[in-house]
């Protein structure tokens, strides 16, 4: 009977200290959710952006070279000859005094918001990545890395934007411009064939030649972007006069050889479709005009390839059937 009653006791002992064990937890983690309320949120000072107003000279460099950084995603070797390679590659630094450019610049790094300090051992990205030294008059004032929608300071601090400065998204160095502008040429035919890619994948077959301007939108309204954006890929960006630079060669089919032309640049014409007869020389400085060959992947991922064509003779030496 005594045993029982111990036994009893022991019982009773055990629950009330589960009870105060759990009432204890319930105090304390009370006590700390009532201090993180407390706790204001943590605010980071609000230092201005850097003040380039007094800027008159900016040298730009581009990671992870100026080749580079224009081109990403294009397959240069097959639009420039060895010597503009050798030039462009030479490019390291770009100096520009344009003063609306400048005021441009200074306009959208004067938007920033204070992001933090930059953390001992961070590095910046190697590519597509723009480093920014401002002068004033032949003084030194400042340095950025400007990389995505933040830059960083020479004093190791971090600024965010809503986007990439826009003033360097919109500005080309005139070192490069007619080489910046063959490669967005050789875009719009790689954009244009993408309307075939799909065309073949509803038709098996390319579109008709004297209504593959018309496919080609029709492929823009019910597929892509529903309005008339589509548009500006007939456009080539180095052409003066006109809106529709490129032309189809109807002797090109799916199952051609993969070095037949398919598309190439002309003059100004809707639904144009022929064989070198039609090409020009005329929409580039240096002379020249692109094509597109037949050796994209129609049932995979679509990358034909581009050239960029300088001489009757190399017009000639391509496959037109």
């Known amino acids: 009977m005594r045993s029982v009653v111990q036994h009893s006791k022991k019982s009773e002992l055990t629950s009330k200290s589960r009870l105060c064990g759990i009432i204890t937890l319930c105090v304390l983690l009370l006590f700390v959710v009532s201090s993180c309320r407390k706790q204001p949120p943590i605010q980071l ?3 201005p952006p850097p003040d380039l107003r007094g800027c008159t ?8 070279s100026t080749l580079g950084y224009f081109a990403a ?4 070797q097959d639009l420039l000859n060895a010597e503009e390679t050798e030039y462009l590659q ?5 100096i520009v005094d344009d003063q609306e450019f400048i005021k441009a610049l200074a306009r959208d790094v004067s938007l920033g918001s204070y992001d933090g300090p930059v953390e001992e051992g961070t590095a910046v ?17 400042t340095s950025l890395a400007a990389f995505g929608n933040r830059i960083q300071t020479e004093d190791k601090k971090w600024f965010r934007y809503d986007e990439l400065l826009p003033s360097l998204q919109t500005f080309i160095p005139p070192q ?12 719009n035919l790689r954009s244009l064939y993408q309307a075939f890619w799909f065309y073949f994948q509803k038709n098996k077959s390319y579109p008709s030649p004297d209504k593959w301007c018309d496919a080609v939108v029709q492929h823009n309204q019910d597929d892509v972007y529903g309005d008339d954006r589509y548009m500006e890929f ?4 180095s052409a003066d006069e006109g809106e529709y630079h490129y032309a189809m060669n109807p002797n090109c089919k799916p199952d051609s050889p993969p070095e037949t032309v398919l598309l190439f640049e002309t003059k ?3 639904n144009q479709h022929g064989g070198p007869e039609l090409f020009t020389f005329d929409n580039h400085e240096p002379k020249g005009g692109c094509v597109l060959l037949n050796d994209g992947n129609l049932y995979g991922v679509a990358f034909p390839t581009m050239r960029f064509i300088r001489t009757k003779e190399e017009l000639h030496n391509l496959r037109w059937k």
């Open 268 to 270: 100004d014409g809707w």
């Open 90 to 94: 030479s490019l390291e630094t770009i």
């Open 176 to 187: 490069i411009l007619t080489f910046y502008l063959r490669v967005k040429c050789a875009d």
């Open 234 to 237: 007939f456009k080539c960006p």
């Open 73 to 76: 995603g294009v397959n240069w």
């Open 125 to 141: 990205p190697t590519k597509r990545i723009v480093y920014i030294v401002c002068y004033c008059n032949g003084k030194r004032l």
């Open 45 to 47: 000072p609000k230092l």
């Open 57 to 64: 000279r900016v040298e730009l460099r581009y990671g992870p």
